[in-house]
């Protein structure tokens, strides 16, 4: 197996050994030195490359806490192969709790980046030049933007069949068919011929349980499928009931018909009937009042927990067309 393989940011990892090396490629305004902390761990015997990412929104902290108790609880340390793990990409969103680059840019929106482009486009250029071609896979840990709540689910491309049998093997409540955006990690990393598996679960600035023990007993059921360690009596332990993951070929947003206060009744992974009320939208001042029916038999993918929204704003994210 080439050297090159096991050679992280110019720093060879031995079998059986970890390290903690950054990605060091910008400042801030002050001249204040940005490191991006990377936690490699090295397994005895050779086998695949696993990168485990959050953060990629610095808002999106419940992804940042899936990759921290993975590394917290020594669940990255493989018996086969290497797994790399970068809990906070976007270390400078997370500084100041936001979706952002400071340069104003969704940094999931410039890949596979520039080395004289923007400071996102910069630092998404090393990202996919330093670390994306020794990896085989990679699971990528988002959160719904704002206030909107996901429930737990695995967005693959439609036609991938490869993320598909991974994508049941993670276990998550849904698996979502999207096309994928351009110039994201996800399609980038595709393009380099890379399996992928992007989690959303919870919203951003949030940290919740289940969403959390959702993504860590994900990550361990992918490094087994992979042969990576056996994380049996792990997995036991964390899940509480069997998921059969639920398809989604095709889900649609319904938006607010008028602007008020927001009030849903419904929970995400609901599945509801036609007919059946989501919830309403009123005044403030008690005289209008409207409500929200399901047009089709469907399953609830995502809340705007936002209690105020203005008229066209998503509220709710329905999957329609289900295996």
């Known amino acids: 197996m080439s050297i ?12 059986g050994k970890g390290a903690q090396l950054s990605l060091d490629i910008a400042k801030l305004h002050t001249r204040t030195k940005i490191e ?3 936690i490699i761990e090295r397994g005895k015997k050779d086998g695949p490359t696993l990168l485990i990412t959050g953060g990629i929104h610095g808002n ?42 400071p340069d104003g840019r969704d940094l999931n929106r410039v890949f596979p980046g520039s080395l004289r482009g ?28 704002d206030s909107r709540f996901n429930a737990p689910q695995i967005r ?23 096309a994928g955006r351009e110039k994201s990690f996800r399609e980038t990393l595709h393009k380099l011929k890379k ?21 860590i007993v994900g990550a361990l059921r992918i490094m087994q499928h992979l042969g990576m360690r056996n994380f049996d009596d792990e997995i036991s332990q ?10 989604v070929n095709a889900s649609k947003w319904i938006r607010a018909k008028h602007s008020g206060m927001f009030h849903p009744i419904v929970k995400v992974g609901e599945k509801v009937s036609k007919g059946a009320e989501l919830g309403s939208i009123s005044g403030p001042f008690g005289y209008f009042e ?18 105020i929204v203005n008229q066209g704003d998503a509220i709710l994210h329905i999957a329609h067309d289900v295996e």
């Open 4 to 15: 090159k393989k096991h050679k992280v940011l110019g720093q060879r990892i031995e079998k």
């Open 36 to 38: 991006v902390p990377v």
């Open 60 to 101: 999106e902290i419940n992804g940042v806490e899936i990759v921290r108790q993975i590394v917290s609880k020594k669940y990255n340390r493989p018996t086969y192969g290497m797994v790399i793990c970068i809990p906070v990409v976007n270390i400078f969103g997370f500084l100041n709790q936001t979706r952002q680059f």
């Open 118 to 145: 923007s400071l996102a486009s910069r630092f998404a250029y090393h990202l996919v030049k330093d670390i994306a071609p020794i990896i085989d896979c990679c699971i990528d840990f988002h959160t719904g933007g």
């Open 156 to 178: 693959i491309d439609k036609d991938d069949e490869d993320g598909l049998a991974l994508a049941k093997e993670f276990g998550a409540e849904f698996i979502v068919k999207s």
């Open 195 to 215: 399996k992928v598996l992007l989690y959303e679960g919870g919203k951003s600035l949030h940290i919740d349980k289940e969403i959390t023990n959702t993504g």
């Open 238 to 247: 964390l899940s509480t009931k069997p998921v059969t993951p639920k398809l």
């Open 290 to 307: 409207r409500k929200i029916k399901a047009t089709e038999n469907s399953y609830i993918l995502c809340i705007n927990q936002s209690p």
